[in-house]
């Protein structure tokens, strides 16, 4: 229990962190942003009056520090400021996007896991060297593939040429797989190559020896000693790549023309629409400690090595985050 | 006291002996004392490396002397020329003003590869400060470095670099220093963790045994022996900072048109791609193939390290 | 063999096995034969790179990556295992040929219960119907683990190296086999839990009539353990015959070059007697004095008693050896001593100078006068350096002599530790085992130090290596009239080389004094069950 009480605790530091290190990256900058909110509008020239109101209504006339603190009390709230452009709370605008980014992500994330496991596992089970060299070269091409031209070209010929599937729009679970493959390719690469390095390793240890002195067979010492031990560090990477979902959903969602956070940041990044920036920030390092958290939880699950005390700093330790 | 055992006899053979004694000794000269033909022979049998060398030292030409390899203006509209499929005199096709696509591929280089220089020196240089002094230090330094690296990971860095844009306006400089202060918490995690292999190793100890100083340890065995890996991961990085700052380059954060970037390039593709596949396919791929070269150099350098 | 044997059960004839990539092998056996009848109980013996554990996992196939059978055949039972299938050879595995493999910290699945690891053996072969529980519980409480239904539920972190050696015994015995392959089963292990398992595995085997394939690189094990000594050297076999005569009258110049130089308590004593306290230096005092150590660890899962009141002497130009088993307390005292850890209480004493409570900087003058050399020949120096750098290292630090000077001092320690000046520019890595824990002790001499502190120095090494670097040091300390402080489990060789000693179990001194006195007439009851866990105790008739 304390374990769970110490990761959580973690967890919200990172989020409070996270939050101060926007605030200073987007707050802090030159140039007024009451002049931005109001030449939004059209690029009108602003009388003082304007101005004032407006910095009154934003609270841009308070010090630093009460702005940093107001909008802190803001975000325990809930409550990420207005949108300069939009005029609306920021934390309404997200709500609207979140749901269709999220559905983006989980079946993107699906698809990196699945893809991942069969080709990192079938490189290391294969008794072709030819095959395996060849899943082995897979990974590090995903990897090194531009997304976004990643998604024109898959835009151009299962969407132009094939017909297959709709070129824009966020409905329907066909809207759903260009854009997905597009953004699980280089999630798909790492998690087949951490898969197939840790197989690699877990396939020459002692247990597996003696599970094959035993009689067990191919498969099932495959599946049920070496994958085993090796899906404990692939989880982790499948953990990290999450929050890089939501990221890469910036440019697949402008190329795909789909609603949603992606395209909602990138609007706001054209737009210096900084409480926007600063809440879909947030929202995506929320996304990464939460993801991290909910690993850090299972791990113990899975590893039963790390359920005893002092297991905080093991699963750390076995996770690669921190060293002995 | 005469007979010097020879590793010959006591050196194992097989990988599954026990005791720690047997590590194979390498053979008289060592691997590292090998002829310029064994080099070669070494080479050739690896061409995929070979190949990336070749495509990595061309791209870098582009950057360097980009006249040298087209007769065109990148900059230059021909109206007599627009939209003309990929053919001898325009090998990228041209685009919707009559520019030659590869023209400004190869014009495009300098500026996108000194982006990512600028961005990978900037994460490095701080990176490897905080891993450094975190990892040698511990305990309270460590902890608190840490913590802050903890932040600059929990934003992916194409969004971290998204919000400094933000604040310091749209541009290659800019995109440069938001790609490398995103680099920063990866840099500093690897060279923390190299630092601390090296520090606990048993060598280590037995120069504090010996009355080393701290100073003179980092300086001659802990740097030494640390570089290595992160300069194999600024290489891989150095792919990764390339598709990122391509990334924020297409959605078009960098340097504004007609000024060609690589990323920009790949976007102002995107509403001819029914008419024109060549304008974004053909200066995408170039990206792809280039970052696969650099990586498998990356990789080649990784997997030296590690078996030596 | 001759023609009147019974049907042998085993036979192996001239197996060939070789590692490597497909362009490059390096053969690793030369064509080996033996043979072996039901019920009989079989040592293979030999030193790293020998062979041996290559012959045992060749028998069922179980070469690691890389390693292939070139040529030869092993017939079990009437049937060439190289020749069977993939199906017919898992049919094999478990069910007629157990395996008790090395390490039993590595040995079992991290991850999933001891029960299913038992289970397992007996479900590949079918036999995990009804009441397969209770024969796994049986399989546990036959293995000597007293609390079956509670190892069954229990993960392998939960249990000791002992307890899992056990578990692993229970699974290399659930099916029954006719043979079991015991591969040093118990070098990982502390002395008298390796006695334990050793009785152990001769009461199962007997009760059942099991036939025995024992590797071990310790004669006095086989000789313990085993009726028939098979030797071998660089992939041969050399050397097989009744344990009696193999020990006794060895026909082979290898197995004699073995049996002189592995430490018995019966073998030569290296140390010279006459440095033990002239009148000159019992007046001058102890070269070191400690007195009361105390260190408490802090972990997350607890805080631990390394080293509880410990306190000891030693002279100028003696060896104290400290001896125990792991987690004894032995090496952090040693840590101690050095200042490389900081003692809670007590004091340490160097030629009168209290180190205790010294800074950094007034503790790095006296670092001159105590050096250390490690385990591990690999671990201890610096991969990147050059030898002559290596040895010359701890001159540089204390910026002693001009670079040429150092290089001419590291030429001539070279000599000292028998090692040719042609390797003064060489990397270490092109060193085997021996000669770089020479370097390191050549290392350690070059300040001219009054103690040097051997931390496990000599056990990673093979026995006929570890003989030469023992002579090496006992030669040193003649010569130059260095102490040691030597830190080892190894009761044989702590007896070989110390002139007094200390034991130590769970941080606390148990016993300590003359090294031969201690032995003959062990006062503290821990200290006797050490002496009788040594192999090979008896001494053979000649």
């Given at each position: 229990?304390l374990?769970?009480?110490r990761?959580?605790l973690?967890a919200?530091?990172?989020?409070?962190a996270a939050?101060?290190?926007?605030?200073i990256?987007?707050?802090?900058?030159?140039?007024d942003?009451a002049?931005?909110?109001?030449?939004g509008?059209?690029?009108?020239?602003?009388t003082?009056e304007?101005l004032?109101a407006?910095?009154a209504?934003?609270?841009?006339?308070?010090?630093?520090?009460v702005?940093?603190?107001?909008?802190?009390?803001?975000v325990?709230?809930?409550?990420?400021?207005?949108?300069y452009?939009?005029r609306?709370?920021v934390?309404e605008l997200i709500?609207?996007?979140?749901g269709?980014?999220?559905a983006?992500?989980m079946?993107?994330?699906?698809?990196a896991v699945v893809a991942?496991?069969?080709?990192?596992?079938?490189?290391?089970y294969?008794k072709?060297?030819i095959?395996?060299q060849?899943l082995?070269?897979?990974p590090p091409i995903?990897a090194s593939?531009?997304t976004?031209?990643v998604?024109?070209?898959?835009?151009?010929?299962?969407?132009?040429q094939?017909?297959?599937?709709?070129?824009?729009?966020?409905?329907?679970?066909?809207?759903?797989?260009?854009?997905?493959?597009t953004m699980?390719?280089?999630?798909a690469?790492s998690?087949?190559q951490?898969?197939?390095k840790?197989?690699?390793?877990s396939?020459?240890?002692?247990?597996?020896?003696?599970?094959?002195?035993?009689?067990a067979?191919?498969?099932r010492?495959?599946?049920?000693?070496?994958?085993?031990?090796?899906l404990?560090?692939?989880i982790t990477?499948?953990?990290?790549?999450?929050?890089?979902?939501?990221?890469y959903?910036?440019?697949?969602?402008?190329?795909f023309?789909r609603a949603?956070?992606?395209m909602?940041?990138d609007?706001a990044?054209?737009a210096?629409d900084?409480?926007?920036?600063?809440?879909?920030?947030?929202?995506?390092?929320a996304?990464f400690?939460v993801?991290?958290l909910?690993?850090?939880?299972?791990y113990?699950?899975i590893?039963?090595?790390?359920?005893r005390?002092?297991?905080?700093?093991?699963?750390r330790l076995?996770r690669?985050?921190?060293?002995? | 006291?005469?007979?010097?055992?020879?590793?010959a006899?006591v050196?194992?053979?097989?990988?599954?002996v026990p005791?720690p004694t047997?590590?194979?000794a390498?053979?008289?000269?060592g691997?590292r004392?090998?002829?310029?033909a064994?080099t070669?022979?070494?080479?050739?049998?690896?061409?995929?490396?070979?190949l990336?060398?070749l495509?990595?030292l061309?791209v870098?030409?582009?950057a360097l002397?980009?006249?040298?390899f087209s007769?065109?203006?990148p900059?230059?509209?021909d109206t007599?020329?627009v939209?003309?499929?990929?053919?001898?005199?325009?090998?990228?096709g041209t685009?919707e003003?009559?520019?030659d696509?590869f023209t400004?591929?190869v014009?495009?280089?300098?500026?996108?590869?000194?982006?990512?220089?600028?961005?990978?020196?900037?994460?490095?240089?701080?990176?490897?400060?905080?891993?450094l002094?975190a990892?040698?230090?511990?305990?309270?330094?460590?902890g608190v470095?840490?913590?802050?690296?903890?932040i600059?990971?929990?934003i992916p860095?194409?969004?971290l670099?998204?919000?400094?844009?933000?604040?310091?306006?749209?541009?290659?400089?800019?995109?440069?220093?938001?790609?490398g202060?995103?680099?920063?918490?990866?840099?500093?995690?690897?060279?923390?963790?190299?630092?601390?292999?090296?520090?606990?190793s048993t060598?280590?100890?037995?120069e504090?045994?010996?009355?080393?100083r701290?100073?003179?340890?980092i300086a001659?065995?802990?740097l030494?022996?640390?570089?290595g890996?992160?300069?194999?991961?600024?290489i891989l990085d150095?792919?990764?900072?390339?598709?990122?700052?391509?990334a924020?380059?297409?959605?078009?954060?960098g340097?504004?048109p007609?000024?060609?970037?690589?990323?920009?390039?790949?976007?102002s593709?995107?509403?001819?791609?029914?008419?024109?596949w060549w304008?974004?396919?053909?200066?995408?791929?170039?990206?792809?193939?280039f970052?696969?070269c650099?990586?498998r150099?990356a990789?080649?350098l990784?997997?030296?390290?590690?078996?030596r | 063999m001759?023609?009147t044997d019974p049907?042998p059960?085993?036979?192996?004839?001239?197996l060939?096995?070789?590692?490597?990539?497909?362009?490059?092998r390096t053969?690793?056996l030369?064509?080996?034969?033996?043979?072996?009848?039901p019920?009989?109980k079989?040592s293979?013996v030999?030193e790293?790179?020998s062979g041996?554990?290559?012959?045992?996992h060749?028998?069922i196939?179980?070469?690691p990556?890389?390693?292939?059978i070139d040529?030869?055949?092993?017939s079990?039972?009437?049937?060439d295992?190289?020749?069977?299938?993939?199906?017919?050879?898992r049919?094999?595995?478990g069910?007629?040929?157990?395996?008790?493999?090395?390490?039993?910290?590595?040995?079992l699945?991290?991850?999933?219960?001891?029960?299913?690891?038992v289970?397992?053996a007996?479900?590949?072969?079918?036999?995990?119907?009804?009441?397969v529980?209770?024969?796994?519980?049986?399989?546990?409480r036959?293995?000597?683990l007293?609390?079956p239904?509670?190892?069954a539920a229990?993960?392998?972190?939960?249990?000791?190296?002992?307890?899992?050696q056990?578990?692993l015994i229970?699974?290399?015995?659930a099916?029954?086999?006719?043979?079991?392959?015991?591969?040093e089963?118990t070098?990982a292990?502390?002395v008298?839990v390796?006695?334990?398992i050793?009785?152990?595995i001769?009461?199962?085997t007997?009760?059942?009539?099991?036939?025995m394939?024992?590797i071990?690189?310790?004669l006095g094990?086989?000789g313990d353990?085993?009726?028939r000594?098979?030797?071998?050297?660089?992939?041969?076999?050399?050397?097989?015959?009744p344990a009696?005569?193999v020990?006794?009258?060895?026909a082979d110049?290898?197995?004699?070059?073995?049996?002189?130089?592995?430490?018995?308590?019966?073998s030569r004593?290296l140390?010279s007697?006459q440095?033990v306290a002239?009148?000159?230096?019992?007046?001058?005092?102890?070269?070191?004095?400690?007195?009361?150590?105390?260190?408490?660890?802090?972990t997350?899962?607890?805080?631990?008693?390394?080293v509880?009141?410990?306190?000891?002497?030693?002279?100028a130009?003696?060896?104290l050896a400290?001896v125990?088993e792991?987690?004894?307390g032995?090496?952090t005292t040693a840590?101690?001593?050095?200042?490389?850890?900081?003692a809670?209480?007590?004091?340490v004493?160097?030629?009168?100078?209290?180190?205790?409570?010294?800074?950094?900087?007034?503790?790095?003058?006296?670092r001159l006068?105590?050096?250390m050399?490690y385990?591990?020949?690999y671990?201890?120096?610096?991969?990147?350096?050059s030898?002559g750098?290596?040895?010359s290292?701890p001159?540089?630090i204390h910026?002693i002599?001009?670079?040429?000077?150092?290089?001419?001092?590291a030429?001539s320690?070279?000599?000292?530790?028998a090692?040719?000046?042609?390797?003064?520019?060489?990397?270490?890595?092109e060193l085997?085992?021996?000669?770089?824990?020479?370097?390191?002790i050549a290392r350690?001499l070059?300040?001219q130090?009054?103690?040097?502190?051997?931390?496990?120095?000599?056990?990673?090494?093979?026995?006929?290596v570890?003989?030469?670097?023992?002579e090496?040091l006992a030669?040193?300390?003649?010569?130059r009239?260095?102490?040691?402080?030597?830190i080892?489990?190894?009761l044989?060789?702590?007896?070989?080389i110390?002139h007094?000693v200390v034991?130590m179990?769970?941080?606390?001194?148990?016993e300590?004094?003359?090294?031969?006195?201690?032995?003959?007439?062990?006062?503290d009851?821990?200290?006797r069950?050490?002496?009788?866990?040594?192999p090979?105790r008896?001494?053979?008739?000649?």
């Open positions: 229990m374990y769970v009480l990761r959580v973690a919200v530091f990172v989020m409070w939050f101060t290190v926007t605030f990256i987007l707050y802090l900058v030159p140039g942003p002049l931005l909110i109001v030449g509008d059209g690029g009108v020239q602003a003082p304007e004032a407006v910095r209504e934003y609270g841009f006339d308070q010090p630093v520090i702005q940093y603190f107001q909008a802190l009390g803001g325990l709230t809930g409550n990420l400021g207005m949108s452009q939009m609306q709370p934390t709500g609207a996007q979140f269709s980014t999220f983006l992500a079946f993107a994330l699906v698809v991942g496991l069969v080709i990192g596992g079938a490189a290391v294969t072709s060297r095959l395996s060849l082995d070269s897979l995903g593939l531009p976004f031209w998604g024109l070209v898959l835009m151009q010929v299962f969407c132009f094939l017909g297959w599937f709709p070129s824009a729009g966020d409905r329907g679970f066909d809207s759903l797989v260009l854009p997905g493959i699980a390719i280089p999630g690469a998690i087949a951490v898969f197939a840790s197989l690699r390793a396939s020459r240890d002692d247990y597996v020896t003696v599970a094959t002195a035993k009689g067979s191919r498969m010492v495959f599946i049920g000693h070496a994958a085993r031990n090796a404990l560090p692939t990477v499948a953990g990290m790549i999450v929050a890089g979902l939501f990221a959903s910036a440019i697949t969602e402008s190329i023309s949603g956070l992606g909602a940041l609007n990044v054209q210096k900084i409480p926007m920036v600063s809440g879909i920030v947030l929202v995506i390092a996304v400690v993801t991290n909910i690993v850090d939880l299972v113990p699950i590893d039963p090595r790390l359920r005390p002092g297991a905080s700093k093991a699963v076995q690669g985050l921190v060293e002995a | 006291m005469s007979v010097v055992d020879t590793p006899a050196d194992a053979v097989a990988p599954s005791a047997v590590a194979p390498a053979p008289p000269g691997r004392r090998g002829s310029a064994a070669l022979v070494g080479l050739l049998r690896k061409p995929t490396l070979v990336s060398a495509v990595v061309v870098v030409l582009w002397v980009p006249g040298l007769g065109y203006d900059l230059y509209a007599s020329q939209l003309l499929p990929p053919s001898f005199e325009h090998l990228f685009d003003l009559g520019r696509v400004r591929m014009h495009g280089t300098a500026l996108t590869l000194l982006t990512t220089v600028v961005a990978v020196v900037i994460g490095f240089a701080f990176g490897s400060v905080i891993g002094a990892g040698y230090f511990g305990r309270i330094a460590d470095l840490m913590r802050v690296v903890d600059l990971l929990a860095m194409l969004v670099a998204m919000a400094i844009v933000t604040a310091i306006g749209f541009g290659s400089v800019q995109l440069a220093i938001g790609v202060i995103g680099m920063i918490g990866s840099v500093a995690r690897v060279m923390r963790s190299e630092v601390m292999r090296v520090r606990q060598f280590i100890d037995a504090r045994s010996m009355g080393a701290d100073g003179y340890i001659r065995h802990v030494p022996n640390a570089v890996p992160v300069l194999v991961l600024a150095f792919g990764a900072a390339i598709l990122t700052i391509a924020l380059s297409f959605l078009g954060y340097t504004p007609p000024t060609p970037e690589w990323g920009s390039l790949v976007a593709g995107r509403a001819y791609l029914t008419t024109a304008m974004s396919t053909l200066p995408g791929l170039t990206i792809a193939v970052v696969v650099i990586n150099i990789r080649e990784q997997n030296d390290r590690s078996s | 001759s023609g049907q059960l085993l036979a192996v004839d001239d060939k096995v070789s590692y490597g990539s497909r362009s490059h053969p690793a030369h064509g080996v034969s033996f043979s072996m009848v019920g009989e079989i293979i030999g790293s790179g041996k554990s290559t012959t045992a060749a028998l196939g179980l070469l990556a890389g390693g292939r040529s030869g055949a092993v079990f039972a009437g049937r295992l190289t020749r069977l299938g993939d199906r017919a050879l049919a094999v595995r069910a007629e040929i157990g395996l008790i493999p090395q390490d039993p910290m590595t040995s699945n991290p991850v999933r219960r001891i029960g299913k690891q289970e397992e007996l479900a590949v072969h079918g036999r995990a119907g009804r009441g529980e209770r024969r796994v519980l049986e399989g546990l036959d293995a000597g007293p609390d239904e509670r190892v229990q993960f392998p972190h939960e249990l000791s190296g002992g307890m899992r056990r578990v229970a699974i290399a015995l099916c029954s086999p006719r043979l079991v392959i015991a591969d089963p070098s292990l502390d008298t390796q006695r334990q050793l009785d152990h001769d009461r199962v007997a009760a059942e009539g099991t036939s394939l024992l071990t690189h310790d094990v086989a353990r085993t009726d000594i098979i030797v071998m050297n660089e992939g041969e076999i050399v050397e097989d015959g009696d005569s020990l006794g009258s060895p110049a290898y197995t004699k070059r073995l049996l002189a130089a592995a430490p018995s308590l019966s004593v140390y007697g440095t002239t009148a000159e230096t019992a007046a001058a005092g102890p070269l070191v004095s400690v007195r009361a150590l105390r260190k408490e660890f802090h997350a899962a607890g805080s631990h008693l390394a509880d009141d410990v306190s000891f002497d030693i002279a130009g003696e060896t400290i125990g792991s987690g004894s032995k090496s840590r101690l001593l050095l200042q490389l850890e900081k809670d209480a007590g004091s004493t160097l030629d009168g100078a209290e180190l205790t409570g010294l800074s950094a900087a007034r503790i790095r003058p006296h006068a105590m050096q050399v385990q591990s020949p671990a201890s120096l610096s991969p990147r350096f030898v750098d290596i040895i290292e001159l540089r910026r002599a001009s670079a040429a000077e150092r290089r001419r001092i030429a320690l070279l000599d000292q530790v090692l040719p000046g042609s390797v003064l520019d060489r990397s270490p890595a085997s085992g021996g000669q770089r824990q020479r370097v390191a350690a070059a300040p130090p009054k103690l040097i502190v051997c931390d496990e120095a000599v056990s990673a090494l093979d026995v006929s570890q003989a030469q670097v023992l090496l030669e040193i300390q003649r010569e009239g260095v102490a040691y402080l030597f080892s489990h190894d044989a060789v702590v007896r070989q110390a007094r034991v179990r769970r941080g606390r001194v148990v300590q004094g003359d090294t031969e006195a201690t032995f003959a007439h062990p006062v009851e821990y200290t069950q050490l002496l009788d866990a040594i090979g008896q001494p053979v008739s000649t």
